[in-house]
């Protein structure tokens, strides 16, 4: 193994990075710095998280708050984009890499360390997500992925493999679902959604009411939009994460943000993922409306296209490339016509605009009604017709004569 001098792990206190803190120092003779990133997984995640890293064997441990940024500078200009990935996923685990690998990397300039490693699996998207941001942040640092390298092969040989060091774990041997949270969204994998036939259990479900076990009444809630960002929640302003809190806050209660979905991963396979995303639900619900108001029918046309393009490239973790600045460039220009404010009906795992209004509206109901108006002269639709459909006029006339 090549010589590595200190490295810099990206650390959550489960049991992967737990055994990785010792393994690399076994197998690569390295100082390991733990970098923890506070992306509002929970404050019970980051509880002793320090000293569990000490505990480890890493030499210090940096943990770092990140949550309006990722909010702000992620979250925001991806909602922009309008990002759905395979109609469903809202791209929680996929929008928090970038900003992940990024803080990583500052702290290994920090430290002065010559790596990077992250406890991602060869099998999923994570790997390719942080390594393809290293790769743009930080060429010059190796990184070191020991789910690719070391023997460990189940949760009970890495209990093992800490039990032998007397490292202390509180991971037990058997672990139904995989997680992953953040201010955004939790995520879950595993167990019996492995099998699609499977409906998932409550168990699975840890952010969100059922439906059936939401309030028997619905919930309305205003939420005020700003050049396609959302500032403020019933009539009160708050920070793009403050924003978030408290549409989670509301829509969990009602069950909203549930998705089932088997996704294409992209290395290959397929995979059953269960997401729960309350509050970033209600914001593209609302972000949605404002855009049936503001854009033509070729905007909302080519929005889309861009909503496909940039749901793709969050998902395979090419944040930081020039497409990226492209479409958000893109996105950017829909947005400053996109300020207006949106009411929300919450009920039974729903929502659903109720009311919307912007001073940028293209809607006209002077032009719309069907009662009788003075702006819109009916027979001026015959040349239109005529014309828009002049093409099929022509092939079906050249049909008549060659029959």
Known sequence: MSKIKKVVLAYSGGLDT???????KENYGCEVVAFVADVGQGEEELVGVEEKAIASGASECHIVDLKEEMVSDYIYPTLKTGAIYEGTYLLGTSMARPIIAKAQVEIARKVGADALSHGCTGKGNDQVRFESCFSALAPDLKVIAPWREWSLSSRESLLDYLAERNIPCAASATKIYS???????????????????????????TMTNSPEAAPD???YVSVLIEKGEITGVNGERY????????????????????????????VGMKSRGCYETPGGTVMMAALQAIDELILDKSCRKWKTALSEEFAQLVYDGRWFTPLKDSILAAAESFAQQATGEVVLK??????????KQSINSLYSEDFATFGEDDVYDQSHAEGFIRLFSLSSRIAALNKQKQS
């Open 217 to 219: 009444q619905p919930e």
């Open 239 to 266: 920070s793009p994460y403050q924003c978030l809190v408290k549409l989670n806050e509301i829509a969990a209660q009602h069950g909203v943000g549930r998705v089932d979905i088997v996704e294409n991963r992209l």
């Open 179 to 205: 997680r992953d949270a953040n201010a955004w969204h939790i995520s879950h994998e595993g167990g019996e959604l492995e099998d699609p036939w499977n409906e998932p259990s409550d168990q699975v479900w």
């Open 346 to 355: 919450l009920y039974k795992g729903h929502v659903h605009a109720v009311q």
């Open 18 to 24: 737990s055994a990785i803190v010792p393994w690399l």
